[in-house]
């Protein structure tokens, strides 16, 4: 079993900037890659980003130029930066560990962390 826990959530103001980080642990030796899904009340999960472990990302449009999700080696942990936040970014993010790219698939998901952007 993995266990993945996110932390870094909070309230921004239009334009700012959030730092999401991500913990995985456990037996981790079938990841190899993780991802960062957000949902919004009333709206469909989306997933926003991924990393493999031979650092490939990828993003959705949705974030693409904004958001960068990198690994700090010093501390094990993944990082998502956000910056230039837009109110429509106001979500739910779950780190999750997985393995692929394109296509990812999420096997473990952390409880999420709240991220609003106020205007």
């Known amino acids: 079993q993995v266990q993945v826990q996110e932390s870094g959530g909070g309230l921004v103001q239009d334009g700012g900037s959030l730092r999401l980080s991500c913990a995985a642990s456990?037996?981790?030796?079938?990841?190899?890659?993780m991802g960062w899904y957000r949902q919004a009340p009333e709206k469909e999960r989306e997933l926003i980003a991924v990393?493999?472990?031979?650092?490939?990302?990828h993003y959705a449009d949705s974030v693409k130029g904004r958001f960068t999700f990198s690994k700090d080696n010093a501390k094990n942990t993944w990082i998502l930066q956000m910056d230039s936040l837009k109110p429509e970014d106001t979500a739910k993010y779950y780190c999750?560990?997985?393995?692929?790219?394109?296509?990812?698939?999420?096997?473990?998901w952390g409880r999420g962390t709240q991220v609003t952007v106020s205007s």
């Open positions: 456990g037996r981790t030796a079938t990841i190899t890659a």
């Open positions: 999750t560990a997985g393995s692929g790219s394109r296509p990812y698939y999420a096997k473990y």
């Open positions: 990393i493999t472990y031979g650092g490939f990302t």
